[in-house]
């Protein structure tokens, strides 16, 4: 059913594109491009600067039927900056259950289609990662072409280790959640790598300086772009900077080193408990002790009563 309903735009698109030329332009002359063959390809783009795109990744744009993407507006500057013409269609988390089917029609007809985001590797923080296993569930082929990756480029500069780390995403935009998140993230044995938009990024900061206590960390904004900015110090400190004047606009990633052997080692409850304390309730700072440390929540509250009724003591 669903087939034949996007199954005359489908033929319509195919004949549309046959008439177009493949072709990019990455040095100012024109190179024909091989009609790509059939599939799903996950195309990664410049996080900003539009000179870090990969010739394989233009090849295969102007060799594609069609380019899936967030913001047409966005992906046509690529477009338009290497001389692409391939059709563009959207695809965000807005429109993806309408616009999967025809794509995913697409490629039942052969179609090479692409998918990119408006920065960086696709399915990282999109709706991308739906298409492709819908994609691959239907038996089409599946093909990463790798890429700029702002999650790579914060790590590659943040000069903390990178052995091992943990891709968390964009926190809970409301306080209370993202205090709890932060919380199960306190004790990850890796380097956190988290996204943030600039309207959030000192509330944020101000939370996981509360949650980690002082620890390294570095805050990327608008990598590769004209105003890219770095800075690195403890968590505290990159919080006062940015609660006092410090440049919001942007995108932001933010990098924080490891615990420490101390920190890895969660025995001071109480201390623990006395610092959540200070910043919420005994019910939050009971979840947060929990989450953080791997015990009991009953163990915990239990321990937050004697805590408690000891502070009665100190005050009789």
Same mark, same amino acid.
């Given at each position: ?16 594109? %046959?008439? &177009? ?18 599939? /799903? ?15 394989? $990744?233009?090849? /295969? ?15 046509? =500057? ?19 259950? &309408? @616009? ?6 697409? /490629?039942?007809?052969? &179609? ?50 990178? +052995?091992?780390?943990?891709? #968390?995403?964009?926190?809970?935009? %409301? ?9 199960? /993230? ?22 996981? @300086?509360?949650?980690?206590? *002082? ?9 590769? =772009? ?7 110090? !403890? ?15 942007? #995108?932001?990633?933010? *990098? ?13 409850? +109480?201390?623990?408990?006395? &610092? ?12 947060? *002790? ?9 163990? *915990?509250?239990?321990?937050?009563? $004697?805590?408690?009724? +000891?502070?009665?003591? !100190?005050?009789?």
């Amino acid at each position: 059913m669903t087939r034949q309903r996007w199954a005359p735009r489908v033929l319509a698109m195919a004949t549309e594109r %046959k008439m &177009q030329p493949r072709r990019y332009s990455p040095f100012g002359t024109a190179i024909e491009a091989a009609k790509a063959a059939s599939g /799903l390809y996950l195309v990664a783009t410049p996080i900003g600067n539009l000179g870090d795109i990969t010739l394989r $990744a233009l090849e /295969l744009l102007a060799g594609a039927d069609v380019i899936a993407c967030e913001d047409t507006r966005v992906t046509r =500057k690529l477009t338009e900056r290497y001389g692409i013409a391939t059709p563009l269609t959207p695809y965000h988390e807005h429109n993806a259950a &309408q @616009a999967r089917p025809k794509l995913l029609a697409g /490629l039942a007809e052969g &179609q090479a289609v692409a998918l990119v985001s408006d920065a960086g590797t696709p399915l990282i923080s999109d709706p991308g990662y739906k298409l492709a296993q819908s994609a691959r569930e239907a038996g089409h082929a599946v093909t990463a072409v790798p890429g700029p990756s702002a999650v790579l480029a914060a790590l590659s500069v943040a000069a903390l280790p990178t +052995d091992r780390f943990f891709f #968390e995403g964009f926190l809970p935009p %409301k306080s209370s959640a993202r205090k709890k998140r932060i919380a199960a /993230l306190a004790n990850i044995p890796a380097t956190l790598v988290l996204f943030e938009g600039g309207s959030r990024i000192a509330a944020t900061l101000a939370d996981l @300086a509360g949650a980690f206590g *002082v620890r390294a960390a570095a805050i990327c904004r608008e990598l590769t =772009k004209l105003h890219e900015e770095v800075k690195r110090g !403890d968590l505290d400190t990159l919080a006062r900077y940015y609660t006092d004047g410090g440049e919001t606009r942007g #995108e932001f990633v933010i *990098v924080i080193a490891p615990p420490s052997a101390d920190d890895e080692e969660p025995e001071d409850i +109480d201390g623990l408990l006395r &610092q959540a304390l200070t910043r919420v309730s005994v019910k939050e700072a009971v979840g947060e *002790v929990a989450i953080a440390t791997g015990r009991p929540r009953r163990e *915990v509250y239990q321990r937050a009563l $004697a805590l408690a009724k +000891d502070a009665d003591s !100190d005050a009789e």
